[in-house]
């Protein structure tokens, strides 16, 4: 479109009426289109990239929300380990790290699942080897040490105490 002035109408017919409705248009072109295209789609591509960040987030203060809520159910011993690696993901979120706060709250879930897994088997055992076992899976959870915990909870002695503990 070269540079000019351009004068022109839209006619808009709306429905159940039988007059057409007539804007004017005036449109003065000083250069060419590329540079305002251009600025109009970065502007497009721009903005839906932040709304995608802002429902990341928001999707991982869900996830923090719900994780709260299942710490906050769970046993009390093990409420006290956990609650304090919340303010890890808070601090995450509130500096805009939502992946960071992500996988921190995994890591949480996780613990939180080994715990409570733990607390079952504690229910149903009464021996003191086992109890030591699962007190010290424990401890490394409290260490942050989630590699240790899990390798405990698969260690053939303890498979084989527990399973001798639920068979009789």
Known sequence: MPPDH????????????????????????????????SILLLGITLSRLFKSSLNYGE????????????IEDSNQDDRVILMHMLTDVERAISDGHFDRANIQAERIR??????????????????DEVLQLIRNAREHIVQKR?????ELLEQRQFKSEVHQCLIY
Do not use: F, M
């Open 59 to 70: 999707e991982v203060l869900e996830k923090l929300s719900q994780l709260e809520n299942d």
């Open 6 to 37: 351009y004068v022109g109408e839209i006619h808009l017919t709306l429905a159940h009426q039988s007059n057409r409705l007539k804007l004017p248009i005036s449109l003065s072109v000083r250069g060419g289109l590329l540079v305002p295209l």
């Open 110 to 127: 996780s613990r939180l699942e080994v715990l409570s897994q733990l607390r079952t088997l504690e229910s149903r055992l009464e021996q």
């Open 146 to 150: 989630d590699v240790e915990a899990r």
